[in-house]
């Protein structure tokens, strides 16, 4: 069992100043050490270097495409290469416009791959529908096939093309919603698991409605894309676009336990923590160790412990 860490430090898909500092404050939170004693080979790949393009005019109010479209790029090659070396990857953000480089990338290893999106928003704008132009809100978007005859040309994107369908995308703790995304959500069909939908059917069930909807037909990896504005802001104050009534603890580690359970996780993204907007440190310790706490129940820590057969002392 080796895991590869990737850090991705990269804010350029919305416009709030410190997510790029995600993957340091990720890993001052033990990450390397958790996982170490989970029994997996660690290889820490460290952070990618994103250069910043000079002249990178807004396409539309979208900002900083070629900027994004180029840090994708890179990312692209990164997971691809660990998966094909054969690790389970975890994509430290960094904003979650770095999900397009993350899944294209690991897509290019596995084309049969599934999307799990662990979201309080459904990141599904496209430019023509997005309020803020932030390519964060955006990157579902760019990965639909079912999408393209709704996708202008965002220059710094033509090294990519669409590949996924929408039957094998699954939203999990929506609750905040653009009225484009909702059109879109609808008219694809999109299976989509909004907080609502927790509160009635309750994590467990919809954890097995997902799974079922994903791998019944047949059983291929899944890339969980977990953004941290998932869990509701008092457990995860430090991200940039908090949405009350979010993910408890245990729901979030329910869902990460079923995922792993299914011994078909390749690729995890964290994203969106922003350790600068923690009004108090222990706000961002809060944040980071959530971060640390969802990865190691992804890779397999239990909570009702775990021992080896010549276990110390019995
Ligand atoms: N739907 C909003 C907010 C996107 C939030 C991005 C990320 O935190 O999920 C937008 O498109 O600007
Ligand atoms: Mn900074
Ligand atoms: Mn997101
Ligand atoms: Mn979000």
Same mark, same amino acid.
């Given at each position: 069992q080796s895991?590869?860490?990737?850090g991705a430090p990269f804010s350029k898909g919305q416009k709030r100043r410190g997510v790029e500092h995600g993957p340091k404050a990720i890993r001052d939170a033990g990450l390397v050490e958790r996982l170490s004693n989970l029994d997996y080979a660690v290889h820490d790949f460290g952070d990618l270097t994103f250069k910043h393009l000079e002249k990178d005019e807004h396409f539309m109010h979208v900002p900083f495409p070629r900027t994004v479209g180029r840090?994708?790029?890179l990312l692209s090659g990164a997971v691809s290469g660990a998966v094909?070396? =054969?690790h389970t990857c975890i994509m430290l953000g960094g904003d979650h416009s770095l999900a397009i480089g993350s899944v294209e990338g690991h897509a290019q290893q596995c084309?049969?791959?599934c999307l799990i999106w662990v979201d309080a928003h459904a990141d599904i704008n496209t430019p023509l529908t997005s309020p803020s132009g932030n390519l964060h809100g955006q990157s579902v978007a760019f990965l639909l096939k079912d999408l393209q005859n709704k996708m202008p040309e965002v220059p710094g994107f033509s090294w990519m093309k669409p590949?996924?369908?929408a039957r094998d995308l699954v939203y999990i703790g929506l609750r905040d919603v653009d009225? =484009?995304?909702h059109i879109i959500l609808k008219t694809l069909g999109i299976q989509y698991f909004s907080m609502r939908d927790i509160d009635r059917m309750g994590i467990q069930r919809v954890m097995e409605v997902t799974l079922d909807h994903l791998l019944a037909r047949k059983q291929r990896p899944i890339h969980l894309s977990f953004d941290i504005d998932a869990f509701d802001p008092s457990l995860a104050p430090?991200?940039?676009t908090p949405v009350n009534g979010g993910l408890t603890y245990r729901e979030g580690i329910y869902v990460t336990e079923e995922i792993h359970n299914t011994g078909l996780l390749s690729v995890m993204?964290?994203?969106e923590v922003n350790p600068t907007l923690g009004a108090t440190p222990e706000a961002v310790e809060a944040t980071t160790s959530l971060a640390v706490d969802v990865i190691a129940s992804a890779l397999g820590q239990t909570r009702e412990g775990a021992h080896i057969n010549d276990t110390e002392g019995f």
């Open positions: 895991v590869a860490i990737l840090a994708n790029q094909g070396a =054969g084309p049969d791959l590949f996924l369908s009225p =484009g995304e430090a991200t940039g993204d964290v994203v």
